[in-house]
């Protein structure tokens, strides 16, 4: 669900006020960037003089609250709006990992505002910039200049009551609906025995997205919104997690490349997908085929990877999913055939699909 849009300010509403519109945009930009080198000054003095308990606290904190300020003066500026009041009731769990979509460069400073005890993973050559890196260094952020390091900073970071921050994606977002997944989120979480609490950023606005320039006006107001999703629990196989995350997101993300998973279910024809030791790919056909049409039945044929439990775990939360697991491998004739007599006692006439092709746009 999108923030819903305030009155539209003059700026936005008379084009010939849009270059002032621009002006206005990047001096908020500015401003982040000045308020965050003036922090990284200050941190530069206080890291020699503070505990390292007591800087990532103080870090933190103090990113957390630059940020709300920057959000404060975009909402009042009219340009900018951003509600993610929805991730408020996780800002005091201990031990908690987040991860989110990654439409924006602003994803970061948007969800931090709201979560103050929270660490970032950060580029190593940011982290070692004399200008930028202090701020970091003190709130205990963790570089990504080595996977193990990464993994084990991560572990004691929750183990003591942090929280992590992770872009699965690895970077912003170039292929809808999400980028293949190849985040450590599943190791770490294993390691750390820590529940993986899923966030949604939705936004119509492509700007500052992958690709799109600083000096480019995009049309106003911007809009970000934030939504809790499901908390995943890791299991003994931290790549099939990484999968069914993929899957989980790549079904639940929004915005104005792709239509929401259809809600309207047809009450004639449905898309049925037989599957059998598909791996990861079927996650992503079951997402597209959802986007396309309601209800999508899929008959998993004795599959031994996983992805029964996987798909069953994604019906739980998606009316308009239906899977049937049959106890052994069968053949894609027979798994057809169960999913049709189930069809036939529905009233529904299916349109059958490999599940491993892109489906077509269903029509109804």
Known sequence: MHAPRSRSPALITRPWLRPLAWLLLQILLLGLGLMSLTWNAVAWLLLPLLSLDRGRRLGRAAIARGYRGFWHASRFSGLLQMDASAIAVLANEPGLII?????????????????????????????????????????????????????????????AGGQLLLFPEGTRTTRWPVNPFHSAVGVIAKRAKAPVQAVFIDTDSPYLGKGWPLWRLPPLPIVFSVRLGQRFSVGDDPRRFQAELEAYFAAGVTGPQQPMPMSVASATHLVLIPSYDTGERVYRTVAEARAQWNPVWVVVDGSTDGTAEGLRRLADQDSGLQVFVLAHNQGKGAAVLHGLDHAQAGGFSPCADDGLRRPAPGRR
């Open 99 to 159: 991860v989110a979509n990654h439409p924006s460069m602003l994803d970061a400073v948007m969800l931090v505002s709201e979560l103050p005890r929270c660490a970032c993973v950060m580029k190593a050559s940011l982290a070692r910039n004399p200008f930028l890196g202090a701020g970091a260094s003190l709130a205990r952020y963790i570089r990504n200049d080595s996977s193990l390091g990464l993994v084990r900073l991560a572990v004691d970071d929750l183990k």
